[in-house]
């Protein structure tokens, strides 16, 4: 079974600033994605990046990266110039390319950007 | 990309009784995911509910405490039926239009049951 697990509950970061969120998997899939969602205080969940288990390339999207470890099983978000609209539960998640192409979501970490 | 409308946003609701939750989709789609998240907690996956099959769930949530319709391609209802106060919680229905490309969430449902 695949686990996600972000260790990191609670962080804070300086407007302007750059933060790094990180998020470890377990599975023995071969091939599968990796996402960060967030989710702000409004709830509504929007994706920030995708990562395909097969591409070495790290994503990016504008002021969010990531830098994606296969063999470690590590995929962090690193968020550059961080802005007050950041603010938000941000969530790892594991979807396998074979079977039921279902989300296992990791616990979340609750990111605060102060102004 | 999909745009989905989630009602009702919040209820209150007296334990015993059921509350239904409906999720409009402004497009066809195949898997309708809904899914259970306690405040400040990650999403648990209740189940995934196909267009014309039953819906299948996953472990802990059975049929007949969370039925769920699909009776077309842009529509689903969960029911949270003979409801108690660990039923209060934020429910949320999800799409991805493609497998594996994106996910997109209603508002949720935020239920209180006394």
């Known amino acids: 079974a695949q686990t996600v697990t972000q260790s990191q509950p609670e962080m804070s970061v300086q407007e302007a600033e750059t933060v790094t969120l990180s998020c470890t998997y377990d599975?023995?899939?071969?091939?599968?994605?990796l996402f960060w969602y967030k989710q702000p205080p409004s709830r509504q969940m929007i994706l920030v990046i995708r990562?395909?288990?097969?591409?070495?390339q790290n994503a990016t999207e504008n002021r969010f990266s990531v830098n994606f470890q296969k063999a470690a099983k590590s995929f962090s978000l690193k968020i550059s110039d961080s802005q007050l609209g950041d603010t938000a539960m941000y969530f790892c998640?594991?979807?396998?390319?074979?079977?039921?192409?279902?989300?296992?979501f990791g616990t979340g970490t609750r990111l605060k950007v102060l102004a | 990309s999909a745009v989905i409308s989630q009602k009702p946003s919040r209820d209150i609701c007296q334990r015993g009784t059921s509350l239904t939750i409906q999720c409009q989709v402004d497009?066809?789609?195949?898997?309708m995911f809904w899914y259970r998240q306690q405040p400040g907690q990650s999403l648990t996956l209740i189940a995934t509910?196909?267009?014309?099959?039953?819906?299948?769930?996953e472990s802990g949530f059975v049929i007949d405490k969370f039925p769920i319709s699909r009776p077309n391609l842009t529509f689903s209802t969960l029911t949270v039926s003979n409801m108690s106060p660990e039923d209060s919680s934020i429910y949320l229905c999800?799409?991805?239009?493609?497998?594996?490309?994106?996910?997109?969430f209603g508002q949720g449902t935020r239920l209180t049951v006394v």
């Open positions: 999800s799409v991805e239009v493609v497998a594996g490309t994106e996910a997109f």
């Open positions: 599975t023995s899939e071969s091939n599968y994605y």
């Open positions: 990562q395909e288990a097969y591409k070495q």
């Open positions: 998640a594991f979807m396998a390319v074979s079977g039921t192409y279902k989300y296992i």
């Open positions: 497009s066809q789609v195949t898997m």
């Open positions: 509910a196909n267009q014309g099959s039953e819906a299948t769930y």
